[in-house]
């Protein structure tokens, strides 16, 4: 399993992405737009992200070389062409819930995962061979869909906790069926 990660702002919610993807045993992170890699322009470690990350850059393989939108669709598409398949995690209407997806053992796995406010746009999501969601529930999520809603209520997790539930799930879900 790979995963890109698009326009992430926050170095705690990368290097939190680094650890998680150590520990699942995910083998590369691309770092796309402006998600901000573990060292700074001067090879400098960044200290907010390698505070979360416990030293998982060290051993996840990264590529922070894919900025633009164009170098983003042609690395979907290189992706795509060696057999992974694409999968998108985001709130979209033609949304599968992340634990139905069935995928075979032998499945090469590509995650996707946008900003924290704006999620992924629409080019990404077409790229995408599906676009999985995680169910919501709770009290902060009824406020967020109730008629006199305050803006208080939470739609959607932490990216880098969104993150962990779908690549744990799918890591578990391959070795389940192996058995």
């Not at 290189?78 to 985001?90: H, M, N, P, T, V």
Request: with cysteine; glycine share 6%.
């Amino acid at each position: 399993m790979v995963s890109l990660l698009y326009n992430i702002r926050s170095l705690h919610n990368v290097g939190s992405i680094f650890r998680t993807a150590d520990a699942a045993g995910v083998k590369k992170l691309y770092l796309c737009g402006i998600t901000p890699s573990p060292t700074d322009v001067f090879g400098r470690p960044r200290q907010q992200l390698t505070k979360v990350s416990l030293g998982a850059e060290k051993y996840v393989e990264w590529d922070a070389s894919v900025r633009s939108a164009r170098a983003i669709s042609k690395l979907l598409d290189d992706l795509k062409s060696k057999g992974y398949k694409i999968f998108a995690i985001e709130q979209a209407k033609n949304a599968t819930t992340y634990y139905k997806l069935q995928t075979k053992r032998t499945d090469k796995i590509a995650l996707v995962l946008g900003n924290e406010v704006k999620g992924l746009p629409k080019p990404i999501l077409k790229k995408a061979d599906k676009i999985l969601e995680i169910p919501m529930r709770g009290a902060m999520v009824r406020q967020a869909h109730h008629p006199r809603h305050t803006r208080r209520g939470k739609e959607s997790l932490n990216v880098a906790v969104a993150f962990g539930i779908v690549a744990f799930h799918l890591i578990n879900f391959k070795q389940k069926k192996a058995a």
